[in-house]
């Protein structure tokens, strides 16, 4: 386990992290998740090992701290995430993110670009989503903060199921609200269109094609369907996901 310091009132990012040969590859979970349960058995596998890894957790998130005086807006999530990743002396990393993670990873390498060399997109939020009692941001948001603080966030895990629940318990109230508000309403198709790295978007072949795909392939995004998998993708699907995300991070 490392860390570092991310705000001036001493939270930390915190991360595990295996040692490898450069590129360095660098993990980032979605809302209410933690990057190692998500990433480390898929990254473990003979496709993707070798590399040094870091499994990051998002400050209010897993290992990290929870600071309750932070805004938790994707932006104030990349930034702290630029401040883990150069005390890490990470740069020009392979980002793989899922969920949440890729909505800050695009904001990562718009805001910081020495830090991301290539990107990954796992079933990513794009576009904006109206606040809606469901499981999943749009869920989360369509409570006022002091609601979901108060009774939401227990309602939340039940509605989540046991895998999603026992990482979404390790996160802190505020910052698992603040961030499905800010999520909820962010626009990061723009974003990734103009990114000059390499790009690569993996969603549910169940799902068909996001919306606007046609528009993402020209602007040099590639689209990888992968079968036999829902949301989480790097857990529904090992071996697909190994494979598709090996292939493009080797160019192919």
């Known amino acids: 386990m ?5 705000l001036p009132d001493g939270s930390r990012i915190r991360w595990a992290e295996v040692a490898g040969r450069e590129p360095v590859r660098v993990y980032v979970h979605g809302l209410g998740a933690a990057a190692a349960p998500y990433f480390l058995e898929v990254a473990s596998r003979p496709e993707l ?23 938790y807006t994707i932006e104030e999530h990349a930034d702290a ?10 740069r020009a990393a392979q980002v793989v993110a899922h969920s949440m993670g ?36 749009s869920g989360i ?46 626009d990061v198709r723009e974003r990734l269109r103009r990114l000059p790295i390499p790009r690569a978007y993996l969603h549910p072949e169940a799902d068909g ?10 602007s040099g995004v590639r689209l990888v369907a ?13 071996d697909g996901f190994a494979r598709e995300v090996s292939g493009l991070l080797a160019g192919r």
């Open 81 to 90: 995430l630029a401040t883990a990743l150069r005390a890490a002396d990470v």
């Open 141 to 186: 948001a369509a409570y006022t903060e002091a609601d979901f603080v108060r009774h939401g966030w227990e309602e939340t895990l039940t509605r989540v199921g046991p895998h999603w629940a026992a990482t979404m318990r390790l996160a802190g109230r505020e910052a698992l609200h603040r961030s499905a508000v800010h999520l909820a309403r962010a």
């Open 2 to 6: 490392r860390d570092a310091q991310v």
């Open 226 to 238: 992968v079968p036999d998998a829902g949301h989480n993708i790097m857990i529904d699907n090992v």
């Open 209 to 218: 094609e996001p919306g606007g795909a046609a528009e993402l392939a020209a």
């Open 102 to 137: 890729g909505t800050v990873a695009v904001h990562l390498a718009e805001r910081h670009p020495e830090l991301v060399a290539e990107l990954v997109l796992v079933d990513a939020n794009l576009d904006p989503a109206d606040p809606a009692p469901r499981p999943g941001s």
């Open 49 to 71: 090992a070798g590399h040094r890894s870091l499994f990051v957790d998002l400050l209010g998130f897993g290992t990290s701290d929870r600071p309750t005086a932070f805004g």
